[in-house]
């Protein structure tokens, strides 16, 4: 059952390794629930990652603890072979939880700017890490089933974009072995049980930019004393609706949505300055620089057009970047999805929600694959899509009612890592 060349999957060393999961799962439920009542904020994880570091040493792997903030690398070196790389975020986000489930998160805990905020794991990252311990649990249980080298990382702070980027700057290249290549999975609002893989761009990349513009403040009934950054600030909103409708092609995707926009203190003073700030969606970097592009040059032009005494300040921040699936990595992964999961493979197509996950894989110079895995109760997606109401009835990922199940979610993904990490360590 070969869909390419290089495609061998010998789904026998998965279901050897997948025969033990049965007696894992009280554990990993456990594990689940445990993480699902204890979520903590972005560079918080540090009781999630201490936990997920004594299960790794207790499993056999070497540890290496925080990397970047709070992250966790555990390495299981297995004789001759390629070295395959998981990653699971732990991140949780500050959302009251909404779910009725008997294990709801009640935390709160302060953020970054010391607001005392509830906190839930509202995009499902305890899945993550529940499943990346179950791997890593089967593959130390179950050596002489393959060989090779298994590195299962944990990183903080997905949800700023930041987590992934502070594991690589803490030399994350030098702790752990240079790996053959590196797989990330999210759980997402689709059927529980079915795995999702996509080859080419899977998540879209994610721009936020903040530009204030300079005027000259003024007495509000003496304009011609001023230029009214407010006025300039509303010119280059409406400018920047042509930039996806008349400077992209029909056939690209790109979304440019101004979330905020301030200037002023009272209606009788003209402000000196205003403030815009825009995010911006791409799945393809050539539209991405353009549309960048063409952001800063209406910003400068209107600026320029209104005669402001100087030119805006443009400050990119919260960068994620474009989640690209290798294709030949993804078309060896999706027949060895297909051979173990058979019609629960179904790829529900590119998301447009965003990912730091790339940036290790994209620095250590290593093809990757990123897959979706479902959350959703099967009977309960099955009555609303006949209904026609799941965007109404689903709640997704970030809401407070995102509540996915603990089965099959959890053995699909656990079971997908393990195929995925066979599929390479059978090819050696
Ligand atoms: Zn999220
Ligand atoms: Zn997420």
New binding site residues.
């Given amino acids: 059952m070969s869909t390419t060349e290089n495609a061998t999957p010998d789904d026998g060393a998965a279901q050897r390794i997948l025969r033990g999961q049965d007696g894992i799962t009280d554990w990993q439920h456990g594990l689940y629930r445990s993480f699902h009542q204890h979520p903590e904020l972005s560079n918080q994880e540090v009781e999630t990652a201490a936990r997920v570091a004594k299960e790794l040493t207790g499993l056999g792997y070497a540890v290496t603890e925080k990397i970047g903030t709070t992250g966790v690398v555990g390495v299981l070196a297995n004789g001759d072979g390629p070295v395959v790389l998981m990653r699971a975020?732990m991140d949780a986000l500050p959302v009251k939880e909404d779910t009725g489930l008997d294990y709801a998160s009640t935390v709160t805990a302060k953020d970054a700017d010391g607001n005392e905020v509830p906190v839930a794991h509202a995009?499902?990252?305890d899945v993550?890490v529940a499943c990346l311990l179950g791997a890593s649990r089967l593959l130390a249980e179950s050596k002489d089933a393959w060989s090779g080298t298994f590195v299962a990382l944990f990183q903080p702070a997905?949800?700023d974009a930041t987590g992934a980027k502070e594991m690589v700057d803490d030399k994350l290249a030098d702790t752990i072995p240079h790996p053959d290549v590196a797989f990330a999975q999210?759980v997402l609002a689709f059927t529980s049980g079915v795995v999702s893989p996509h080859a080419g761009p899977f998540l879209s990349s994610a721009d936020s930019i903040r530009i204030t513009v300079h005027g000259r403040g003024a007495h509000g009934s003496m304009p011609q004393l001023s230029v009214d950054p407010v006025v300039l600030a509303s010119s280059i909103v409406m400018r920047l609706q042509t930039v996806v409708a008349r400077e992209v092609a029909p056939g690209d995707f790109a979304v440019v949505t101004i979330g905020r926009i301030s200037g002023g203190t009272k209606s009788n003073i003209i402000a000196d300055r205003a403030v815009l700030e825009l995010n911006v969606r791409t799945f393809d970097t050539a539209v991405r620089e353009h549309v960048l592009g063409a952001i800063t040059r209406i910003a400068v032009a209107e600026s320029q057009a209104s005669d402001a005494p100087e030119d805006p300040d443009i400050e990119m921040f919260d960068h994620y970047p474009l989640t690209e699936n290798d294709e030949d990595t993804t078309a060896r992964l999706t027949a060895a999805f297909t051979a173990h999961f058979g019609d629960a493979v179904d790829d529900q197509g590119r998301q447009s929600?965003s990912?730091d996950f790339s940036d290790i894989p994209r620095a250590l110079g290593v093809p990757y694959s990123y897959w979706g895995i479902g959350g959703i109760d099967p009977q309960t997606y099955a009555a609303a899509e006949k209904k026609g109401t799941v965007n109404q009835d689903i709640p997704a990922?970030h809401s407070p009612q995102f509540a996915p199940v603990m089965e099959p979610t959890l053995s699909t993904g656990t079971a997908a890592i393990v195929v995925a990490a066979t599929t390479w360590f059978a090819g050696s």
Avoid: F, L
């Fill in positions: 975020d995009c499902g990252h993550h997905e949800e999210h929600a990912e990922n």
